[in-house]
């Protein structure tokens, strides 16, 4: 099963990882299958009569019941970005249903019937604002010309509106009501199919609560923790603590007697490389609850072959990674030419930034629900960004065909990228097979710090050349880090070019001569993506530099950045990469890399925060500018000194254009918790590897900031537009990053060149 | 294995678990009470606070034998239809992200107005300072007591 990650799209024949097969193309084709019923004038029935109601279910994501129930099926994962509100609000806006009536059922996991489910990249709202409207629109149309043919009046003298058809006349009837004849009627064809205008939704555009809002207050809603079955047991699993150690022997004597203990079993581990979608080796212990598992763990006696990394020191390696970026790399970009321009240098500034590994660090560890029956078929309850493929990575370690895996998604608590990789969910199989009931595998927090599928540690190098005139004539950006990749094949020495897509190649600035350098380093854990992936350490490298280039130059970096774009263009970076530019998995032609649009955030932001008067009035306030996820965002961070010495955040202004807003308010959270975010990885948080092994046990070492750090206010100013509408999950986290450590500069009149800032 | 009798939520329930069973596992595993949540089993996130009497504790490292006759409130308890002060604000504000750590804060929150019924902004702060939250919530968190403390 080949993972689809549309933010690393490549179609660089050389890159032979199996993580960057582009996916586009792909997604086409199933959604094509998934909208069919609107493309083939196909009416696929969903459900035929149950009791006394029937259904119209014009497409997978909509029914409508005689009763006047109206079903919208949220297909991606929600793990807090709001898309399980989000996107079933675009279809009962154009329905014109009533929304506080609206059911939401959550799909299974089934790209087939539903398209894309991988719920990663920011994309969803990109790729399913249009679907979702047509899905709407289509089942409006029907009713329309439902309720025009039971009136005997023109369609054009109906309206749908809070459930009911309206016609002109007064008359009233509620979609219920018209099930049984709009059953019968012919999909429209879809060039027919008109969307409404932009100023008449009712939902989209504005503020619109959660779905699971009440029930979440109150402890009822279903996370992957909370499914019960009769005769469920939990399993603690202890996991090789080196990649690539394999169990010698062990003795489960001692586990076994404790009570409440059935079983212990040995779960193979995929080694080295240890893959993206394979359990790591370890030994399970099956109970009746959790607390008895967790005993029985702590008694195995575990003889480990340690394997080749058991030696490894992270800080050894991010040494050495530094080390190498003095030297040439492997060039990725590159215009004009850096050497002669760093010959005729009026100064070179040369500087050089490290960043840690971090964890994902869910709220909720990973946990998953599995029932293998006898009869070859398994069910599974997991929290997963990515059903299908847990779907197929189930199948594939029983040995089944995946239609046969059942793959019910609950709520996620948080996900951050971690729970796209389905080994966890893999184990939950196993171990079911194994026991022969069903088993919930539940991580511990030490697990999930020990064995997560890590951001790369980072080490970079940029040397920015002053020309005789003070201008910004040369860019030479080195930057290394164990690939994605290279947790599925370990001869992945080299980021690829979609990581590099993400803050690095895609310099936007006006530079003449740009030099662009990787050089190799080896993964000896299990490299991952989380929230905004590599744009983490190149934004907190490229911004900070920018900011330390300005301040030499003399220049307001706001000023300095909006002279660098100068005229407005689509930036393609022809004729100057190595390889190819990703663009988040999106065509340049449709999602232009458009200069105005990142100046646009720029000079809202300036604006909005008073960044000249707050500037002259002595305030520490630092600034940055991202565009990640085809979203273009400009941030700036106010910090002051505590009582005790401590960093305190007072303010944070975010500019933000993602095209079309589609739930207003949950823009706005996705930035009031994305500063929250990246401000742990500035501040909190980090990873380190000796002999092998994670350090940091539980939230004692590996620190989040908490409600005294946190930013106190954060504002975001949205930019007005019709653009498409783009993501706004990850674009939050890069530019607050450098724009927090430039304004630690203006505090403490020392430069951050290493995350986490320790003071 | 002993016997234990919990007053939860107001009702009797007895329970037969091995007597250093955290009360999170008791409440989550043996009684089906799936509002209070496990985050790190070492009291430093909150996701498990449940009341002890008027007491906010972290249940992943209370033992169940040291309960004895003090009520426990789970956010399941914590009020009829929705209607406690703390969960209106939290609705109000549309508060919850992912949602994982929010039963825990709405206890912890809870117990705060309990003792303190008009803290300021200093005081949620450090008294929410036990509770994690990973999406980031904060900020609404303490709009939400705010407005909740309006009630008191």
């Keep these: 099963m080949i993972p689809k990650l549309p933010f690393l799209k490549s179609k660089d024949p050389e890159d032979k990882s199996k993580v960057f097969i582009p996916s586009r193309r792909d997604f086409l084709k199933i959604s094509s299958l998934a909208t069919g019923g609107f493309l083939l004038g196909v009416n696929f029935q969903c459900s035929g009569p149950k009791g006394n109601t029937i259904t119209f279910a014009p497409n997978v994501y909509l029914s409508i019941d005689s009763d006047n129930l109206v079903t919208i099926i949220a297909h991606r994962s929600e793990m807090g970005t709001g898309i399980r509100t989000s996107l079933p609000m675009i279809v009962a806006d154009e329905l014109g249903a ?31 604002y249009e679907p979702m409207r047509r899905a709407g629109a289509t089942a409006r149309h029907m009713l329309l010309a439902a309720a025009a ?27 219920g009501d018209l099930v049984e004849i709009v059953r019968e009627l012919e999909m429209p064809n879809a060039d027919n199919i008109t969307l409404k205008d932009f100023s008449s939704y009712k939902l989209i555009g504005k503020d619109v609560a959660i779905y699971d809002n009440l029930d979440i207050a109150i402890g009822k809603a279903t996370f992957g923790a909370d499914i019960d079955l009769p005769n469920m047991q939990v399993a603690i699993v202890k996991r090789s603590p080196v990649i690539g150690a394999k169990v010698i022997s062990y003795n489960d004597a001692k586990a076994l007697a404790i009570p409440g203990v059935n079983r212990v079993v040995k779960i193979e581990g995929s080694g080295i490389p240890p893959g993206l ?119 594939e370690a029983l040995g089944i065909d995946y239609q046969n895996v059942k793959m019910n998604v609950t709520l996620l608590g948080g996900g951050f990228g971690r729970k796209s990789k ?35 540690q980072s080490a970079q190098r940029i040397r920015a050349v002053l020309d005789k005139n003070g201008n910004l004539s040369g860019w030479n950006h080195h930057t290394v880090f164990p690939a994605i990749g290279a947790t599925g094949n370990s001869d992945e020495l080299h980021p690829s070019d979609g990581e590099l897509g993400l803050g690095c190649i895609d310099f936007p600035y006006e530079v003449p001569h740009i030099r662009i350098e990787t050089h190799e380093s080896k993964a000896h854990t299990r490299i991952g993506w989380l929230r905004s992936v590599s744009n983490i350490h190149h934004s907190f490298a490229v911004n900070c530099m920018l900011d330390e280039v300005a301040e030499i130059k003399g220049v307001d970096p706001v000023d300095f950045l909006l002279g660098m774009l100068a005229e407005d263009k689509n930036l393609t970076f022809e004729g100057e990469l190595k390889g190819d530019f990703g663009n988040y998995g999106e065509p340049l032609d449709k999602f232009p890399w458009n200069t105005r649009r990142l100046r646009g955030v720029i000079e809202k932001v300036a604006k909005e925060a008073n960044w000249k008067q707050a500037i002259a009035s002595g305030k520490s306030v630092g600034f940055a500018v991202q565009k990640s996820f085809l979203t273009y965002v400009a941030c700036i961070v106010e910090v002051e000194k505590g009582n005790n010495g401590q960093i305190l955040i007072p303010e944070v202004h975010y500019a933000v254009d993602c095209g079309i807003g589609v739930n207003t308010d949950r823009i706005r959270s996705q930035f009031e918790g994305g500063a929250q975010f990246a401000a742990s990885l500035v501040l909190t948080s980090a990873i380190t590897f000796e002999n092998g092994k994670v350090q940091q046990n539980n939230f004692d070492g590996y620190e989040l900031i908490r409600m005294p750090q946190a930013p106190k206010k954060t504002h975001i100013h949205l930019v007005e537009s019709m653009e498409k509408p783009t993501g ?28 986490p800032y320790n003071g | 294995m002993e ?59 209370f033992p169940v034998s040291e309960v004895g006759s003090q009520k426990i409130t789970t956010v399941e308890g914590l009020s009829k239809d929705a209607n406690h002060p703390i969960q209106k604000a939290w609705v109000e504000h549309v508060v919850p992200q992912c949602g994982y750590c929010q039963t825990g804060q709405i206890m912890n929150a809870a117990a705060l107005l309990k003792r303190n019924p008009k803290p300021s902004e200093a005081e949620i702060e450090s008294a929410m300072a036990g509770n994690l939250c990973r999406c980031g919530t904060y900020n609404r968190i303490k709009e939400a007591i705010l407005t909740a403390s309006k009630s008191y």
């Design chain 2, 3 to 61: 016997k234990f009798t919990l007053i939860i939520n107001g009702k009797k329930q007895q329970v037969e678990v091995e007597p250093d069973m955290p009360l999170l596992w008791v409440l989550r595993d043996i009684l089906s009470l799936k509002g209070t949540k496990y985050g790190c089993g070492q009291a430093l996130c909150g996701a498990c606070t449940v009341l002890l009497d008027d007491e906010a504790i972290r249940s992943c490292t």
């Design chain 1, 277 to 395: 979608d394979k359990p790591l080796e370890g030994v399970a212990v099956i109970a009746d609850n959790t607390w008895a598992a967790m005993k029985g763990r702590d008694a195995l006696e575990i003889e480990w072959d340690l394997g080749p990394n058991q030696n490894y020191s992270s800080e050894k390696q991010l040494q050495e990674m530094l080390q190498s970026t003095s030297g040439n790399g492997k060039v990725r970009r590159e215009r004009g030419n850096f050497n002669s321009a760093r010959q005729q240098a009026g100064q070179v500034i040369e500087k050089t930034y490290l960043a840690p590994f971090y964890a994902h660090a869910t709220m909720e560890p990973p946990t998953a629900m599995a029932d293998y029956k006898g009869d070859g078929t398994c069910e599974i309850w997991a929290p997963t960004q990515h059903p299908q493929w847990a779907r197929q990575a189930v199948a």
């Design chain 1, 98 to 128: 009533d929304w506080t009536k609206v059911k939401i059922v959550q799909a299974e996991g089934d790209e087939e019937k539903y398209g894309d489910q991988n719920t990663d990249g920011s994309y969803s709202v990109r790729m399913f």
């Design chain 1, 149 to 175: 043919q039971k009136w005997g009046v023109d369609v054009s003298e109906c309206r749908a509106e809070d459930g009911q058809v309206i016609h002109s006349g007064g008359k009233k009837i509620k979609f």
């Design chain 1, 728 to 755: 706004v999950g990850e674009p939050p986290v890069p530019p607050f990053i450098p724009a927090m450590c430039n304004a630690i500069y203006k505090l403490t009149g020392k430069r951050i060149y290493r995350l």
């Design chain 1, 422 to 456: 389905p080994d966890f969910v893999v184990e939950a199989a196993l171990l079911s097979k194994a026991a022969k009931s069903p088993v919930r595998v539940q991580w511990t927090r030490e697990d999930d710090l020990h064995h997560d599928f890590y951001h790369a």
